[in-house]
């Protein structure tokens, strides 16, 4: 049946009562508190009436995405690998939903569903920080996009566009990237699609979809303007008091490279190729950051010298040192410079590297094999001691 909803009082029915084509109600409003009890309870605002008022739905089955199970082509990868396109995040949201808005649907669908009412509800949703756009662009104009709703660990995509071809794959595999470096456990893509199907995504019953729910953590939910670029970083320290080294270290990270949004325990590992008097501690971290590669090396060494660390001229090997900040991945970005390779060239090879990763991005595909940091730690044959230390 189809629920009428009291308009004073934010709340919906068991959504599992919908009918069978997902409608479950109509009514309240589309304020932020709205739209956020819906997703929280696995329901999503599609279409409104001419008098703006919301129809609510919750459709069984639920077409999601694994995001390490999504797809993508070798047409797609070249396209990415080539940089002729670029993704900015959470710079353009307005633009892109309506850009949405104004493609053309089949008959069924009729006129699109993202009216004005829907566009100023979302851009008040993004303005909270938990609305969030990922954006194409070719010779810096805007050609494509897609935007969305975060809570806990998950994405739910709303919508995409594109005025060039692939330009929206483009966005899609850009957020896929994002989803995968913050360890987000699904994208509810919502309703089925060929398309979206292609792309890895596939229909699980309602219920199974509201499991996962049932398993969620508000606090964990990544609020605010997310960064256009995501750096994974591995620090470490075996002189000094290594803890509030690595405590200051990452402080200074988080002040002048970007956001840290996620970070792994600490371990305490072996020097690898030298003896010492002090095994390492390491911490992996992800850092959401507007700046590009080399400029968060120089941060990096900036660091590392400010913390005490000094690079004898002409030191061949390795060393013990009070801080050692190395750049692992920057997006899947593949590059090799005179003073910067991406994805660093041995971290495959080394277990101290790979535990941690594991712990904070277990599905990332490493951009060169393809392969996942799991399956990369399982096949790792590094026998160096790596111990959990807190």
């Given at each position: 049946?189809?629920?009428?909803?009291?308009?004073?009082?934010?709340?919906?029915?068991?959504?599992?009562?919908?009918?069978?084509?997902?409608?479950?109600?109509?009514?309240?409003?589309?304020?932020?508190?709205?739209?956020?009890?819906?997703?929280?309870?696995?329901?999503?605002?599609?279409?409104?009436?001419?008098?703006?008022?919301?129809?609510?739905?919750?459709?069984?089955?639920?077409?999601?995405?694994?995001?390490?199970?999504?797809?993508?082509?070798?047409?797609?990868?070249?396209?990415?690998?080539?940089?002729?396109?670029?993704?900015?995040?959470?710079?353009?949201?307005?633009?892109?939903?309506?850009?949405?808005?104004?493609?053309?649907?089949?008959?069924?669908?009729?006129?699109?569903?993202?009216?004005?009412?829907?566009?100023?509800?979302?851009?008040?949703?993004?303005?909270?920080?938990?609305?969030?756009?990922?954006?194409?662009?070719?010779?810096?104009?805007?050609?494509?996009?897609?935007?969305?709703?975060?809570?806990?660990?998950?994405?739910?995509?709303?919508?995409?566009?594109?005025?060039?071809?692939?330009?929206?794959?483009?966005?899609?595999?850009?957020?896929?990237?994002?989803?995968?470096?913050?360890?987000?456990?699904?994208?509810?893509?919502?309703?089925?699609?060929?398309?979206?199907?292609?792309?890895?995504?596939?229909?699980?019953?309602?219920?199974?979809?509201?499991?996962?729910?049932?398993?969620?953590?508000?606090?964990?939910?990544?609020?605010?303007?997310?960064?256009?670029?995501?750096?994974?970083?591995?620090?470490?320290?075996?002189?000094?008091?290594?803890?509030?080294?690595?405590?200051?270290?990452?402080?200074?990270?988080?002040?002048?490279?970007?956001?840290?949004?996620?970070?792994?325990?600490?371990?305490?590992?072996?020097?690898?190729?030298?003896?010492?008097?002090?095994?390492?501690?390491?911490?992996?971290?992800?850092?959401?950051?507007?700046?590009?590669?080399?400029?968060?090396?120089?941060?990096?060494?900036?660091?590392?010298?400010?913390?005490?660390?000094?690079?004898?001229?002409?030191?061949v090997g390795y060393a013990s040192r009070t801080m050692d900040?190395?750049?692992?991945?920057y997006n899947s970005t593949m590059m090799d410079s005179p003073?910067?390779?991406?994805?660093?060239?041995?971290?495959?090879?080394?277990?101290?590297?790979?535990?941690?990763?594991?712990?904070?991005?277990?599905?990332?595909?490493?951009?060169?094999?393809?392969?996942?940091?799991?399956?990369?730690?399982?096949?790792?044959?590094?026998?160096?001691?790596?111990?959990?230390?807190?």
């Amino acid at each position: 049946m189809v629920f009428r909803l009291n308009d004073d009082s934010v709340g919906f029915p068991d959504p599992r009562l919908s009918e069978a084509d997902g409608f479950l109600a109509f009514g309240g409003d589309m304020t932020p508190e709205w739209l956020l009890n819906a997703y929280y309870m696995g329901i999503f605002p599609w279409y409104d009436d001419k008098d703006g008022v919301p129809f609510w739905y919750s459709p069984d089955p639920r077409m999601l995405l694994r995001p390490s199970e999504f797809r993508c082509s070798k047409t797609l990868r070249r396209l990415l690998r080539s940089g002729r396109m670029e993704v900015r995040v959470d710079t353009a949201f307005r633009q892109v939903i309506e850009g949405c808005s104004h493609v053309k649907r089949d008959e069924a669908c009729g006129e699109s569903w993202i009216t004005s009412h829907f566009i100023d509800a979302y851009c008040e949703l993004h303005r909270q920080g938990f609305a969030h756009s990922f954006e194409t662009y070719l010779d810096g104009q805007l050609v494509g996009g897609l935007y969305g709703v975060s809570l806990s660990d998950y994405f739910c995509g709303e919508s995409m566009f594109h005025l060039v071809d692939n330009a929206s794959k483009v966005a899609f595999a850009r957020m896929v990237e994002f989803c995968t470096l913050h360890n987000f456990r699904f994208v509810d893509a919502q309703m089925y699609t060929p398309h979206l199907a292609s792309l890895g995504a596939k229909e699980v019953p309602r219920d199974s979809f509201l499991g996962l729910l049932a398993e969620q953590d508000l606090q964990r939910t990544y609020r605010g303007q997310w960064k256009n670029n995501s750096v994974v970083l591995l620090l470490g320290s075996n002189v000094g008091e290594r803890v509030p080294l690595l405590m200051r270290a990452v402080g200074e990270v988080a002040s002048r490279i970007g956001t840290v949004s996620c970070a792994s325990s600490l371990y305490e590992t072996e020097p690898w190729g030298f003896e010492a008097e002090q095994n390492f501690l390491n911490q992996a971290v992800v850092v959401d950051t507007n700046l590009e590669a080399d400029e968060v090396l120089r941060i990096a060494l900036d660091i590392e010298k400010e913390l005490g660390r000094v690079r004898p001229q002409g030191a061949v090997g390795y060393a013990s040192r009070t801080m050692d900040i190395d750049l692992i991945f920057y997006n899947s970005t593949m590059m090799d410079s005179p003073h910067l390779t991406l994805p660093h060239p041995r971290m495959q090879d080394r277990r101290f590297v790979l535990e941690p990763l594991v712990q904070i991005i277990p599905d990332f595909r490493h951009p060169k094999t393809g392969k996942t940091m799991r399956q990369l730690f399982e096949e790792c044959t590094d026998l160096g001691a790596v111990k959990l230390y807190f």
